[in-house]
């Protein structure tokens, strides 16, 4: 089968992020996207609200940008979205918030979207599907020449560990630590067609597979393919899943800053006649392994002889050879929370530091939500925001 691409002009953004819908009272999860929904304004010609939509849990709204130049772009048209969401949900008892997973609510006691689609995933996938209740940033990044597509996924996948590290906010699990930095890496990506991107050749071999799943019932549209990172040819774009949900409008910057950097780059490498890297697919699930257990305390990796070396290490390296790429697209500061981040830790590190001092996951809770509120990162267990 012959996949289209469709162009995009340039390195342009479009940035998803899954939100928490949390009650005041209880911090437990509210099962009330559908009702928030049916209030807002929605577009005449699609009948849906241009910038806030369902997802596959009725405690998540996604809030997706348009298509943006720059991530600062992108950061004032969410920033936006948020703004009128809040004015909604401040009245109704309702707290915002964004991490991989919520740190108490329990799967069983949410609802789906009532949306076909979703039924049918759940009928297919059963439990698999019934418990991702889960959240996460995904990043789409625009290249005009679809034969770039695949050799960008593949460069793309050897970073996999490092987007996924320095994101990771899912370590508690209905109530409890699972001891892992990112539980919902492992929750999503059980899910038969999501997991790491095939190692594929060229565009051909990607219009075959998809094919296959196709002719092989596995699938009913390329859209079903959730890898952590995919082509997605009806928006001209390289799509990195791989993120969890991030707590702040700072660290969404930072990912769409990330993002941005790293697709430009293996582009412009592309155009200069290089060959892109492509690492074994035991490499990337490996890498990816030790990422979702240890976070930001990886030791990753580097070379098919299996030589490793701390992914924090590996990070700080790689904001400082992006930083000239991201002075071009402008993104500089938002890059720079990276180093934030290392500094004061990934989401995981900020809810287990808080859980340790007050030994209460109710005020995990509260200082994701003033994360979310606030935009700033809370270290010290102080935050009860929406308190009475």
Known sequence: MAIEWNPSNGPTLGVEWEVQLIDADTRLLRQEAGKLLDELPVDPDTGEHPRIRHE????????????????????DDLSATVAELQRMTSDRG???????????????????????????????????A???????????????????????????????????????????????????ASSRSVTFGNLPTAGTPHRLANWKQFEDYMDTLLRAGTIRSIKEV??????????????????????????????????QCLVQLFDSQLDRGYTLPSPSSWIVRDNKWRA???????????????????????????????????????????????????????SYERQRGIYARTGDLN??????????????????????HGRQ
Not at 152 to 159: K, P, Q, R, T
Not at 238 to 251: A, K, N, Q, S
Request: proline share 5%; with cysteine.
């Open 56 to 75: 596959l849990m009725q405690s998540t709204l996604e809030l997706v940008t348009g298509i943006c130049s720059t991530v600062s772009e992108a950061k």
């Open 94 to 128: 309702i707290l915002l918030a964004c991490a991989g997973t919520h740190p108490v609510s329990d799967w069983r006691d949410a609802s789906m979207a009532p949306i076909q689609r979703y039924a049918e995933l759940a009928e297919q996938m059963q439990w698999l």
């Open 363 to 384: 005020r995990v809770v509260d200082a994701l939500v003033t994360e979310f509120a606030e935009d700033r990162f809370c270290t010290q267990g102080e935050a009860e």
């Open 226 to 259: 959730w890898w952590d990172i995919r082509p997605h040819p009806d928006f001209g774009t390289v799509e990195i899943r791989m993120f969890d949900g991030v707590p702040t409008l700072r660290e969404v910057g930072m990912v769409a800053a990330l993002s």
């Open 130 to 180: 019934r418990r991702i209740q889960t959240f996460g940033v995904h990043v789409h990044v625009g290249i005009r020449d679809g034969a770039k597509a695949i050799p960008i996924v593949n460069a793309l996948a050897a970073y996999l560990p490092h987007f996924l590290a320095i994101t990771a906010s899912s370590p508690f699990w209905c109530g409890s630590d699972t001891g892992l």
């Open 292 to 346: 979702t257990r240890y976070g930001l305390d990886a030791i990753v990796i580097t070379d098919e002889a299996g030589a490793t070396a701390p992914l924090r290490d590996e990070l700080y390296e790689l904001i400082r050879a992006l930083e000239p790429v991201a002075a071009r697209l402008g993104c500089l500061d938002e890059l720079s929370v990276a180093s934030e981040v290392l500094e004061y830790g990934a």
